[in-house]
């Protein structure tokens, strides 16, 4: 599967376009002043401020947000976020050393261990950096940073592939690997595949490399990567390398390498991810528990965690689609990626919970013992920032997740109101997705058209050009050739569902949950009051849509009531309440309180 | 009230004589053996030696170790037992300071901080051995050990209520103040009441003194104890200090230090108390936390803190006697008590959680991060071990809870198989209990008896002489005087009941537990299988009795059984089982596996 680039695809109206202009109007805005107020941007100057020293990963933080402006600069002008960028930019190249190295906390509060620290996130950063700069070049916006991070990225390769004299062979936490992967792409140089192949391959092989934690799988060094066929570790640093080993598995047709991504995807979608899409359910080091151990007001969930499974699902669906790629997709975008970020699109989760007690958060505030606890409220940037701009980047990038091409076919994967030209054909969506399942196909041209039944939907109905049509569905996907001006008009059938965990997630025996299309629901005490772990749903026949300041589905429930005692004889008394449910990522909109997603 | 102390009652029978056999033959030879292993009786000869410095609260080991022999010796002959307790005593006498200090640690290691650390528990140690001492002179086995402890006692009082020179007001863990109410009890002597009065009363004045942990509360510091109105910080250090508070207000008659304790059982019995009779439910220092948060499977619940409560309510109950003291004792005793030694009398739990998944344990194993894992296993003595001394001294001395007096009634609040003269009259038991609810109470002499009706009892048939009498009840107690021989026979309903908690307690919301008498029930995957968070059991009206290493109950009740996907909108389907519960003090006695206690 080949994907369209999101600079060639108009995101047209609708969820998406509404989210985008508050990505580009506010998001990147509020968290550019974050960042500068927090010293993020001062750093890059390279002023030693023994006071103020940078952490070892802002280098990262001002990367992504760069690759934030590249994206929206890619599609509009915006003369504010150019200055800034060119002044982060001039900053950076600046202060690059005269052997293309930079990293503004190492070369000046500890250059003598320049490439000696393995976990301190060098790589990690570099990573960014030249994901940063490859957007940039690409979008047309600035090829300063682009020459500079080449010039770095030689560097790498000189002291890691070919002189071998650095402290480590691999980083602590994987980035590096897909972002040279995306400088070969752009460069058509194989020396960086090769190292990015190198990295790859190197990991797990060196288990005399200092950790930052005390277990080798934290950083996946367990084992070489190919024998590697469970998601273990820190989620962030996992799905990373995933990401990189699938893509040099399509590049180099490696059908081993690919099989092994395959395992990894298998682990993940089918033992170890949240109904949100989330994954890196424990606190213990943001990592991947054992098959089944998804806590729900535990969760961690990272924001960033999310984002990255989706890239890894696109990254698989490039070897060799299949619908349950774009499925899982969807899934993780409208809940754990949407729940990361508030409505008025300032504030951010980096931890993103599936279960809400506000005695929990008090509690935790009054003991000082915040390490273990979930926040109800999201924060503009906070100490450990790389959420924010990962997402602000996503999001602009959208447009690349809809249209692809197989062989001589047109995919249309997720439903979001947009247009593109693709295979010689003019395309366009109109939907009205999430919260409806009505979408409308204009093709102009030739295509063999694909298009994604959506797993949720209990059927579809179709016309084409007015016509009633019965769909010919194969693999989950509508097949249809089109020829001139088609207007192809889906109906898919949304509702209320619930849905039900596995039995070995034993946080969740006994109940279920309620999803909407592709939208995990949940309850707030802000629409139902107090502990709402009490409710019951027996049906969800009566469901109706309700007024509210988001999407609002009202259904018939009951709050099972106790005595007062702590414990009795008397079995609780079901209270007839009518519940009021919203989007997952809706929640923690309006003040402190409980939510719930798993119901009796 | 006024009770029988366990030397003037005999167990004749029944569960509690086994028990105390298994306690006296198997558990404190055991402990003595792993104590001598571990360097403990070593310890108490104060001699330096650097690589194998004793733990500062070893005295305390070795003191409830004194404590429990000195129960044993107080009813029957034990040589080696004697010898044991002599050379230890001996140890202890020996190397006493001239001033009468005595700490095997401080004084040998840290001589310059003798009294400088609060948090080190010194007075702690210092009151286990006067609790011992008391108990060793009051069973008429030593005298020695007595002498030592008063003038240890007399240096105590010197140094912090006469000159006020130590570096401290109060100790970091309670436990002096109600070994000095015990000390005071045995030698009459004033001046060990108003000691602990005053460290009572000091505690919470004093906000400049050292923590061990951050925050005041953990050490019942946060306010004057009189301030004090919910059960805060370590279960075990609140449960003490509670204990003295309680015997302080009666001997005083302080009323409003009564009501003090008073409230803080209801705190504790209303919003933080386990099924089990567990408090403490937090790993985060084994503390108490907010009302209604009693997680199963993360469960502190230690068995030291279940000890201490059964002894708080004791001691509420000599204030002014109600039978809702005694319920609770019930439920401690037979639940979270006994839970805490393993079926052989060698192995203790420390934590007893209250439901088990084996992949927690095995996963924690390989992570290498067992702080927050709860143990599938007893294990023989470990480094903090508190509890199994703690338990075998108060298992010994369970004839102490049986009988008591008020006025001129005769209560009896446990039927545990025993008899004792009290009142003038002969009395005695024999009961059933925990596994029936057939008793007969035998009387010879006059007595306007008093007999508890036990919480969970459904019913009670009386016969008087074979005569069939209706039972004249108030505030849960049978009133009956008797004149002469007279035998009474009850039989107190007895069946599997479900339990329910209170809607607040959100992880046992939808679920409910099952009571047989006193005992909660549990199954455990050794007779049930894998998984049995997905277990429901709608009904206990097939329940019957079941073979079974322990006592066993079968139940129809069916698993939910759900597709093998991760999430499905197919309902999980119920497969009919029949279920086997076991008392909950039985469980983990068959290797690791599963238990369960809230059944859906």
Redesign the interface.
Known sequence: MQTIDFKEVEITGGFFKDLQEKNAEVSVYNIYKRFRETGRFQAMKCIKDEAHKPHVFWDSDIAKWLESAANILAKKKDDRLKAWADEAIGDICRNQLPCGYFNSYFQVYEPENIFRKRPEHELYCAGHLIEAAVALHEAGVDDKLYAAMIKYADYIYERFYVKKDAGFFTCGHPEIELALVKLYNSTGSQKYLDLADYFIEERGRHNEETYAF??P?YHQDHAPVREQKTAEGHAVRALYLYIAMADVARIKGDEQLAETCESLFRDI???K?Y?TGGTGSSY?GETF?????LPNIFAYSETCSAIALAFFCDRLAKIRNRAEYHEIFERVLYNNVLAGESADGKGFFYVNPLEM?E??Y??NEG???KL?CPIPERVEVFDCSCCPPNLTRFIESIGSYIYATEGNAVLINQYISSKTEIGGAKVEIDSEMPYGGKVCVRVDGKADLRLRVPAWSGGVAMRVNGKKVEPKIAEKYIEIFCDGEIEIALDFKIGA??????????YD????AVEYGALVLCAESADNGG?L??V?IRSLAGAKRADGEFFTLEVNAE??????????????VPEKIALKLIPYFSWANRGKGDMQIWF?
């Open positions: 005390t277990y799988v979608v089918d033992k991810m109904i213990h528990t054992f098959p089944y151990d007690h005695c929990i008090d509690y003991l000082k013992t273990f569902r619930f849905v039900y965990a596995n039995e070995n997630v034993w025996n006994g109940r279920k502990n772990r009490n019951r709050r099972l009531r106790s005595s007062a005692a702590l414990y009795s004889y008397e079995a609780p009796l």
